[in-house]
């Protein structure tokens, strides 16, 4: 028989047993984390390396028919194995394809008529009559005329008394002009700013075109000066823009980085943010950009002081303080969608991964329906109502199924947490048929800003960075309605001097100002 102290003993052993398997146990599932995580960034890595960079998921290759969704997929999948006929009502007619022609618009560019004459002795006819001519064969040609830029000389007139009285000598007044101290007209600063920031041009390339093609020399240091003055006399349009977007009711922000060569208590290598910030009514819409070097969550809330209503932006933290407080944020279900994607590119056969993209193409489906159909904001709510809310709360519940099966720290972990912890912001597009299923519009207008400062690389200043932001700004809104961003500086610049009340800046507004040019095609 087994006493006491040998029962007690082997009680201790099965303890320790017990706690070292408890230990091996948590280990497996560290290294089984630690695979999947793994696993997952080498196949993210060889995608990105070798592969594809598009988001765009078509479905599975292998399984194309998911039954998930939908009991139609179940029905085929069936129909096809028994070699039956689905009724023909079950079947939709899909029309080819065909491409619109795109119309070309030459109304709206100069037109020079050139007279090709015919040869004297072929307007004599055999007869001995001089032919008359009854048409014209006519081509059209694109024609390259190459810039043209000249020294603008002022000259004011001086007049005097011819009896020399004292006092009698006048001179013409100086033109207003928006930076009266330096040597350049609207026109010039106009086409510096279109120039770097809307052609992606850096400045050095300027210096050297403006030297090398028409001998002026005017270095990048004072082209830079001249951008970054003309932030002050331009920053009461910029707050007349910011107050659309404060006062409506609807409006979005994304950011990206950039770096700062010259800022106080800051390395040069640290990175800074520029923010893209869209808003205001449709007839009268906005895009703005602003930096801001740290302290983000306290910025967006600043910027967004005053404003009451819906907010599109991402997942990140910066948001949170200004979603507590006047804002109601709606999350990007792009960004959800985002982390199941390069899961279900990598990964072969079916998957919870896979299963996701079918639900987001769904819901995209109807969102592409809606702008088919051009339906108003209104139409759109109903439609979202009717098909979008259903499959989101079936997706909310399969995700709360699978979320106690998958590793949570894995790739496809932070995938289902994120749309768990941001379910409310994802779903809550479905509201307003004003806003958005995902904050593309907003990432879009980042992309340009993005793709200039792979050029111009980063900033020498607070003041440079600012003035990048502003100028910005102003271009991309006045394209936005459908305004040639040049002429539209250009009016900007001649006019600004003359303003003298919020009335006067107000009619210089994009949806306001009277251009004397055709708008852009």
Same mark, same amino acid.
């Given at each position: 028989?087994?006493?006491?102290?040998?029962?007690?003993?082997?009680?201790?052993? &099965?303890?320790?047993?017990?706690?070292?398997?408890?230990?091996?146990?948590?280990?497996?599932?560290?290294?089984? @984390?630690?695979? @999947?995580?793994?696993?997952?960034?080498?196949?993210?890595?060889?995608?990105?390396?070798?592969?594809?960079?598009? *988001?765009?998921?078509?479905?599975?290759?292998?399984?194309?028919?998911?039954?998930?969704?939908?009991?139609?997929?179940?029905?085929?999948?069936?129909?096809? =194995?028994?070699? @039956?006929? !689905?009724?023909?009502?079950?079947?939709?007619?899909?029309?080819?394809?065909?491409?619109?022609?795109?119309?070309?618009?030459?109304?709206?560019?100069?037109?020079?008529?050139?007279?090709?004459? &015919?040869?004297?002795?072929?307007?004599?006819?055999?007869?001995?009559?001089?032919?008359?001519?009854?048409?014209?064969?006519?081509?059209? !040609?694109?024609?390259?005329?190459?810039?043209?830029?000249?020294? !603008?000389?002022?000259?004011?007139?001086?007049?005097?008394?011819? $009896?020399?009285?004292?006092?009698?000598?006048?001179?013409?007044?100086?033109?207003?002009?928006? &930076?009266? $101290?330096?040597?350049?007209?609207?026109?010039?600063?106009?086409?510096?700013?279109?120039?770097?920031?809307?052609?992606?041009?850096?400045?050095?390339?300027?210096?050297?075109?403006?030297?090398?093609?028409?001998? +002026?020399?005017?270095?990048?240091?004072?082209? =830079?000066?001249?951008?970054?003055?003309?932030?002050?006399? &331009?920053?009461?349009?910029?707050? !007349?823009?910011?107050?659309?977007?404060?006062?409506?009711?609807?409006?979005?922000?994304? =950011?990206?980085?950039?770096?700062?060569?010259?800022?106080?208590?800051?390395?040069?290598?640290?990175?800074?943010? %520029?923010? #893209?910030?869209?808003?205001?009514?449709?007839?009268?819409?906005?895009?703005?950009?602003?930096?801001?070097?740290?302290?983000?969550?306290?910025?967006?809330?600043?910027?967004?002081?005053?404003? $009451?209503?819906?907010?599109? %932006?991402?997942?990140? /933290?910066?948001?949170?303080?200004?979603?507590?407080?006047?804002?109601?944020?709606?999350?990007?279900?792009?960004?959800?969608?985002?982390?199941?994607?390069?899961?279900?590119? =990598? /990964?072969?056969?079916?998957? %919870?991964?896979?299963?996701?993209?079918?639900?987001? $193409? *769904?819901?995209?489906?109807? @969102?592409?329906?809606?702008?088919?159909?051009?339906?108003?904001?209104?139409?759109?709510?109903?439609?979202?109502?009717?098909?979008?809310?259903?499959?989101?709360?079936?997706?909310?519940?399969?995700?709360?199924?699978?979320?106690?099966?998958?590793?949570?720290?894995?790739?496809?972990?932070?995938? %289902?947490?994120? #749309?768990?912890?941001?379910?409310?912001?994802?779903?809550?597009?479905? *509201?307003?048929?004003?806003?958005?299923?995902?904050?593309?519009?907003? *990432?879009?207008?980042?992309?340009?800003?993005?793709?200039?400062?792979?050029?111009?690389?980063?900033?020498?200043?607070?003041?440079?960075?600012?003035?990048?932001?502003?100028?910005?700004?102003?271009?991309?809104?006045?394209?936005?309605? /459908?305004?040639?961003?040049?002429?539209?500086?250009?009016?900007?610049?001649?006019? +600004?001097?003359?303003?003298?009340?919020?009335?006067?800046?107000?009619?210089?507004?994009?949806?306001?100002?009277?251009?004397?040019?055709?708008?852009?095609?």
């Amino acid at each position: 028989m087994i006493n006491q102290e040998q029962l007690t003993h082997i009680l201790d052993q &099965l303890d320790a047993l017990k706690a070292e398997n408890a230990l091996y146990k948590a280990r497996c599932e560290q290294y089984a @984390e630690a695979y @999947e995580y793994l696993k997952d960034q080498i196949l993210e890595l060889r995608r990105q390396r070798f592969g594809k960079k598009s *988001e765009r998921y078509l479905g599975d290759p292998e399984n194309p028919q998911l039954s998930l969704l939908d009991d139609i997929h179940v029905r085929f999948a069936d129909a096809e =194995a028994n070699g @039956e006929q !689905l009724p023909p009502e079950a079947i939709t007619q899909v029309a080819a394809h065909s491409r619109k022609k795109k119309p070309k618009n030459t109304d709206v560019l100069p037109r020079r008529i050139q007279i090709i004459p &015919l040869a004297e002795a072929d307007k004599q006819c055999s007869c001995g009559a001089c032919k008359s001519i009854i048409k014209y064969e006519v081509k059209e !040609l694109i024609h390259y005329q190459p810039c043209v830029l000249e020294i !603008l000389e002022q000259r004011r007139e001086v007049a005097v008394c011819p $009896k020399g009285c004292d006092g009698s000598m006048v001179t013409a007044p100086a033109p207003l002009q928006i &930076l009266p $101290k330096i040597k350049a007209t609207p026109e010039f600063l106009s086409y510096l700013a279109i120039s770097k920031l809307d052609d992606r041009q850096p400045l050095y390339h300027l210096e050297r075109q403006l030297q090398e093609r028409h001998s +002026i020399d005017v270095s990048r240091q004072t082209m =830079a000066r001249w951008l970054i003055a003309l932030t002050e006399p &331009l920053r009461p349009i910029y707050n !007349l823009l910011k107050d659309r977007i404060i006062d409506y009711d609807v409006a979005s922000c994304d =950011a990206t980085t950039l770096q700062l060569l010259k800022e106080p208590g800051r390395a040069a290598e640290t990175k800074s943010y %520029v923010y #893209c910030f869209r808003g205001g009514p449709a007839e009268q819409s906005v895009i703005l950009y602003d930096y801001n070097a740290n302290d983000h969550q306290q910025f967006i809330h600043n910027w967004f002081s005053g404003f $009451k209503g819906y907010l599109h %932006v991402d997942g990140d /933290n910066f948001f949170n303080l200004v979603g507590s407080d006047n804002a109601v944020i709606t999350n990007c279900n792009a960004h959800a969608r985002r982390k199941f994607e390069p899961i279900a590119q =990598a /990964n072969k056969g079916r998957g %919870v991964a896979k299963e996701a993209m079918a639900y987001f $193409k *769904e819901l995209y489906k109807v @969102e592409k329906e809606a702008k088919t159909k051009q339906l108003t904001s209104e139409q759109r709510y109903v439609l979202r109502q009717e098909k979008a809310k259903p499959l989101l709360e079936k997706f909310n519940a399969w995700i709360d199924e699978i979320h106690p099966t998958v590793l949570p720290k894995s790739t496809l972990g932070n995938a %289902v947490n994120y #749309c768990i912890k941001y379910r409310a912001g994802l779903m809550r597009y479905l *509201e307003d048929g004003r806003l958005e299923i995902d904050n593309n519009l907003t *990432e879009q207008e980042i992309k340009p800003l993005v793709i200039a400062r792979k050029n111009f690389l980063f900033c020498a200043s607070v003041g440079g960075a600012e003035a990048l932001c502003l100028h910005f700004g102003l271009i991309r809104t006045a394209k936005l309605h /459908n305004l040639d961003p040049y002429h539209y500086y250009v009016m900007l610049l001649k006019q +600004i001097s003359h303003c003298q009340n919020v009335e006067d800046y107000e009619k210089l507004l994009p949806w306001n100002i009277g251009l004397d040019y055709l708008p852009k095609p």
